[in-house]
């Protein structure tokens, strides 16, 4: 990320937050973050104020696709411009397939795809008006999940939304190519993190994975930031599965 200005969305929290630790450890040069929860927000932008680096947060509820443009073009306008977007704001609510309310259909579809769509609808205009660095003018990851490509019974609606977000991307990435704008995605299988170990999923995990255990939340962001830094130049379209074996098994 060696002087890219970054912004996650969802960065508040979980992946979102650690993602925004390594962004400043592998070289990021300004910091923001979007997220529900602002007070959330502006605590994971610690390890940047740290650093002395610029930083912006912003409050979103991203089912709204106004605060979704407000949101991005505030924290934009602080940081000066925003080279990478990780959208990995998601909710992942467990209901027997015969059960899914319309409540229930309605909050995923709007967090998981409406919201990451009006994301990167704003990523785009911004990133099509700045100069480009080398060939790339801007990147996007978007966090789906291998579940969008597996039989998930017990999680329908937001294997679903996954599998929207993966053909999001696609189309996305297709479309803003000519203007050197890199969209992929990352989709990682079940990860070993605190909240999973509070709610008991460890060992549906590791008895999911050829490995024998969930992954560790750093395993998964070295790929997301791996995509939407400098390192890439090249990739675009792409759905890196990172799943421990899960995919196949």
Known sequence: ???LSVLIVGGGAGLGALLARMAVENGA??????DIN???????????????????????????????????DAVAAELGRVDTLINCAAIYPRRPLLEITDA???????INIKGTYHMMVAAVRHMQDQA???????RIVNLTSVDAFKAHPQNAHYAATKAAVVSLTRSFAHHVAKDGILVNSVAPAGMATERAKALGFLEELAKASPLGRGAKPTEIAEW??????????????????VSGGYIYA
């Open 132 to 138: 480009p660095k080398g060939e790339v003018r801007g």
């Open 38 to 72: 602002q007070e959330a927000a502006e605590a994971a932008l610690e390890p940047a104020r740290t650093k002395g680096l610029p930083t912006a947060a912003a409050r979103c509820d991203i089912q709204v696709g106004p605060q979704c443009h407000a949101a991005f």
């Open 1 to 3: 990320m060696k002087d």
């Open 104 to 110: 229930e259909w309605d909050a995923s579809n709007g």
């Open 29 to 34: 040069s300004k910091l923001g973050i979007i």
């Open 224 to 241: 997301v930031l791996m995509a939407g830094s400098e390192k890439n130049t090249y990739m675009t379209g792409e759905n890196i599965i």
